[in-house]
C-alpha cells in the first residue's frame, strides 16, 4: 500500500500517516492539494491530509477539495503537535523564522514575544522550512523534534505553541466505503440551494429528533455568489445504521444537494 502524504519527510502528517499504517510506503508531496491529486491520478492508494487544528480550526483547503472531487474519507487520525524553534545557529543569529502558516499562526504569542523584527516567512511545510534552515545560521523553521534529527539543526526552544494542546485531525481519504465498526463518524455536505428562514433548523431537528450526535458543523462558501453556502456536518455513527440511513434519506427531500463523504472508524 503507497499513501500520499504532506512533504518532505518530518511532517506532522507524515507522523499521522505512520500512526495510520506504520508498514505502509509513503509519497511525499508539496502541499495538500498535490497530495489529493496524487489519489485521483491513482499514483497512491490513500492520502492522508490534514483538516482540522484544535487551536486554528479547519483547514479550508481540505474541506474545498472533498467538495469539488468525488473522494471517500475512510479514516481519521488525531495527532499532537509539538511545535520546536529549530536552527544551526543560537537564538541571537536568528533574522528569519520560516514554516507553514498553521504553525505560524499556533505560536504567534511566541514569535512576537520573543521575535520582535524579525522577518517571518511562509512555507509549503514545516519540514520543508526545517531543510531551508539547514542551510544557513540565520533561518530558524518552526518544526517537529523529528525535523531537528533529520536536518542536522539544534532544538533551541520546546513546546513553543501558544496553547499546550495542540492537536491536529488528518483524515485518510480514498475510493472505497469502510464497513461498521461500532464507533464510527459520518461525514457529509449538505447545500440548502433556498435560504428560506429555519431552513437549516428544520434539517438539524431531523437530527435532533433521531437523538443523533453531531460532532461538527461548519459553513464553507459555494464560490458562486456572496451569501451561498454549503454545510459540512460530522454525524456519530455509520451510514448503514438504520436511523442514520432514514435520517440522511429524510434530509435528501429538503435540501439541494446532500453529498456523502464517507463512514469510517472515529480515531482512538
Request: proline share 3%.
Amino acid at each position: 500500500m503507497i499513501i500520499g502524504t504532506l512533504g518532505p519527510q518530518g511532517t506532522y502528517s507524515e507522523k499521522a500517516a505512520i500512526q495510520y499504517n506504520k508498514n505502509a510506503g509513503l509519497q511525499f508531496y508539496e502541499d495538500i492539494f498535490d497530495t489529493v491529486d496524487a489519489l485521483l491520478r491513482n499514483e497512491v492508494d490513500k492520502s492522508i491530509v490534514p483538516i482540522e487544528n484544535s487551536l486554528e480550526g479547519s483547514i479550508t483547503l481540505t474541506l474545498d477539495l472533498l467538495w469539488e472531487h468525488e473522494l471517500k474519507i475512510i479514516g481519521e487520525v488525531i495527532v499532537q503537535i509539538k511545535h520546536c524553534l529549530l536552527s544551526k545557529g543560537k537564538k541571537e543569529d536568528i533574522k528569519i523564522i520560516m514554516s507553514h502558516p498553521q504553525a505560524l499562526s499556533q505560536c504567534r504569542k511566541y514569535i512576537k514575544n520573543n521575535f520582535k523584527g524579525v522577518e517571518i516567512r511562509s512555507d509549503l511545510s514545516t519540514s520543508h522550512a526545517a531543510k531551508i534552515a539547514s542551510g544557513s545560521k540565520e533561518i530558524a523553521a518552526i518544526a517537529s523534534a523529528e525535523s531537528a534529527k533529520m536536518y542536522g539543526l539544534n532544538i533551541l526552544a520546546e513546546n513553543i505553541q501558544d496553547v499546550p494542546g495542540n492537536f491536529t485531525r488528518f483524515i485518510v481519504v480514498g475510493k472505497t466505503t469502510q464497513s461498521p465498526t461500532g464507533n464510527d463518524k459520518t461525514s457529509i455536505i449538505v447545500y440548502l440551494e433556498k435560504n428560506k428562514p429555519g431552513a437549516l433548523y428544520e434539517i438539524l431537528g431531523e437530527f435532533a429528533g433521531n437523538n443523533i450526535d453531531l460532532t461538527k458543523i461548519e459553513s464553507r462558501p459555494t464560490k458562486k455568489a456572496l451569501g451561498d453556502y454549503v454545510f459540512y456536518i460530522d454525524i456519530k455513527g455509520h451510514i448503514e445504521d438504520e436511523i442514520i440511513k432514514d435520517t440522511i434519506s429524510r434530509i435528501k427531500g429538503k435540501v439541494g444537494m446532500l453529498k456523502i463523504l464517507g463512514s469510517y472508524p472515529v480515531a482512538n
